[in-house]
T-cell receptor, first 114, second 111 residues
Framework: KQEVTQIPAALSVPEGENLVLNCSFT??????LQWFRQDPGKGLTSLLL?????REQTSGRLNASLDKSSGRSTLYIAASQPGDSATYLC?????????????FGSGTKLNVKP | NAGVTQTPKFQVLKTGQSMTLQCAQD?????MYWYRQDPGMGLRLIYY???????DKGEVPNGYNVSRLNKREFSLRLESAAPSQTSVYFC??????????FGSGTRLTVV
């Protein structure tokens, strides 16, 4: 079974700092990996999706990388802002036709202090 | 706005009562999912539907039933609610090579 781990579980940084969130997975045979943001009491908002053939994806101040061989993905947030405070989750999809095979990490709770 | 719509947003049930959580998507996605999210447990898959007319059990299906009414709608039913089903329930859909789109969730409390 695929296991997805996110470390640290919580992170507090001052505004303006660049930061990296980590996601590791045990089985490198993945189809894609998705990063989400979840605000308290809200649903999950998709941030970035990386297909297994890609190395990275960028959206604004966010950059996600994927290294299948080492079983790792990182989410880089540049010039962090208080509005970035949320829980960030990664999810790994097993294969194209494995409809139920999405595995979620337990998330990293980010607090950006003004 | 395109996306996944869940109703209701909040619900309180008494033990033994039944209810149906509704989910609809307007993105023409084939696959739809029901998850529950509990503190310290992360997201756990209850049921999924790979396409219209099919449903399958996920990780924690006991106590739940689902119906894929058509391509747009996927409902989750609790026949006899138990306090252990107190949770936040999320519906999601996915199409093709793309990732998930989630609804905003239903906060269910069973007393």
């Amino acid at each position: 079974k695929q296991e997805v781990t996110q470390i640290p579980a919580a992170l507090s940084v001052p505004e303006g700092e660049n930061l990296v969130l980590n996601c590791s997975f045990t089985d490198s045979a993945i189809y894609n990996l998705q990063w989400f943001r979840q605000d308290p009491g809200k649903g999950l908002t998709s941030l970035l999706l990386i297909q297994s053939s890609q190395r990275e994806q960028t959206s604004g101040r966010l950059n996600a990388s994927l290294d299948k061989s080492s079983g790792r993905s990182t989410l880089y947030i540049a010039a962090s802002q208080p509005g970035d405070s949320a829980t960030y989750l990664c999810a790994v999809r097993r294969g194209l036709y494995n409809f139920n095979k999405f595995y979620f990490g337990s998330g990293t709770k980010l607090n950006v202090k003004p | 706005n395109a996306g996944v719509t869940q109703t209701p947003k909040f619900q309180v049930l008494k033990t033994g009562q039944s209810m149906t959580l509704q989910c609809a998507q307007d993105m023409n996605h084939n696959s739809m999912y029901w998850y529950r999210q509990d503190p310290g447990m992360g997201l756990r898959l209850i049921y999924y539907s790979a396409s219209e007319g099919t449903t399958d059990k996920g990780e924690v299906p006991n106590g739940y039933n689902v119906s894929r009414l058509n391509k747009r709608e996927f409902s989750l039913r609790l026949e006899s609610a138990a306090p252990s089903q107190t949770s936040v329930y999320f519906c999601a859909s996915r199409g093709g090579h793309y990732g998930y789109t989630f609804g905003s969730g239903t906060r269910l409390t069973v007393v």
